[in-house]
């Protein structure tokens, strides 16, 4: 019997269980487990689930680019001079460069000490798969197709098109009118704070599909390609997933010391973020939850509306140490050497592909090849020793993207002053948004 005054959820084992069930996190990660049996068990049926992972990650893609546009003006319009602006620019731009440069070469480092596919003697043959992605890296242009791809071709075609950097520029130009105008446009700042709330509430309804979306994905990923291509190469995917956890633990860790938190505490108050992200491989299905959850714990609207979305592009940690190392990988798999002063040169190109395009699932492999063209040290034919097991590396990219973006946002509105310390530890004891319920998952009252 249930003593009065005691909540029905803590009413015993039952009413946890029921607790755990409602939390989004549990109901993801059960529906993993559920897709690994199923793709294993039938693999036919499993690869024909596709559509419900796509289906999931395109409704989300619907809702990022308004909720990072209503996020960014509303943050910015709250800003009371542009100084700050520009000083939240700098630290943000300071920061993602710094600690991305960090990544790869720690990735360089655990490459050339453990020598990831030495033995191997891999062929560099090209094949057409391997010049598909050739063709894809050729495709995706340099530098100056990067700086002009930055510019929409409408004002609604970056949002139609899903272009993550181009929403954010529009976002600040608006922003920015908005705050010049200040109080001569209180109409339009209404609309923007009552679309964030709609935007959100959409995003509440949404969510309860997640774990549709996860057993999809990751069915047509286990049915794909099975359990022999689960156990190839473990080594380099072991090697690659521990530098990155030794990444997030100690670098991204030591920037939380930094700041007076605890890297654990940082990744529990994501966590229904990263389950989301490991069944999907795409770290843009948690861009919507991150921006609201950040703000509710204690970070300035406008710090979070500048470095979560330009973080997305530039502070691609996880993106970082996967390139370094399968250089490398490359390098010993088709007998290869590399001098140091060649890994420079390769380190110096990954500083540019190594940006932008987070939350493509494989578009790390694209990347990858784009190295490959410019550097002209290694055989791209290498890459066919990688195809089997990208997929999974997709994973631990888009995880440690999501972890890097997270702490950056912390870091720089501790640093800005625009952090509340009471208010993370209070939301992080109660956080609401780990309630998939539609009517927890709204934006903060304006």
Known sequence: MVERGTSPERAGLPGRLMTAVRQLYVQVLVAIVLAIVVGLAWPGFGANLKPLGDAFISILKVLIGPIIFFTVVQGLAQISNLSKLGRVVLKAFVYFEVVSTLALLIGLVVGNVLEPGAGLHASG????????????AEESGGIVHFLQDLIPDTFFSAFTEG?????????????????????????????????????????????????FGAFGAMCYTVSTYGSATLLSLFEFVLMVYATALVFVLVVLGGICALCGLSIFKVLRLIRDELV???????????????????????????????????????????????????????SHATDTPLSLGQQLGVLVVLLFTSKGGAGVSGLGFVKLSATLQSVKVLPIGGLG?????????????????LVGNTVATLAIAKWEKSFDAAKFHAYYANPVLDDPEPEEVSAAKV
């Open 125 to 136: 043959e090209v094949t057409d798969q391997i010049a598909g992605y050739e063709q894809a």
């Open 163 to 211: 272009e993550i950097l181009q929403i954010l520029i529009l976002s600040l130009v608006f922003g920015v009118a908005a705050l010049l105008l200040n109080e001569k446009v209180p109409t339009v700042m209404r609309l923007v704070a009552e679309g964030q709330q709609v935007f959100f509430k959409m995003l509440g309804f949404v969510m309860r599909l997640a774990p």
């Open 276 to 330: 989301l992200v490991l069944g999907t491989s795409s770290s843009e299905v948690a861009l919507p939850r991150l921006l609201a959850k950040l703000e509710r714990a204690g970070c300035e609207k406008s710090v979070v509306g500048l470095v979560i979305p330009a973080g997305y592009s530039f502070n691609m940690d996880g993106t970082a140490i996967y390139m370094s190392m399968s250089v490398l990988f490359i």
């Open 385 to 401: 020793v990688l195809i089997g097991v990208d997929r999974f590396m997709s994973e631990v990219r888009s995880l440690t993207n």
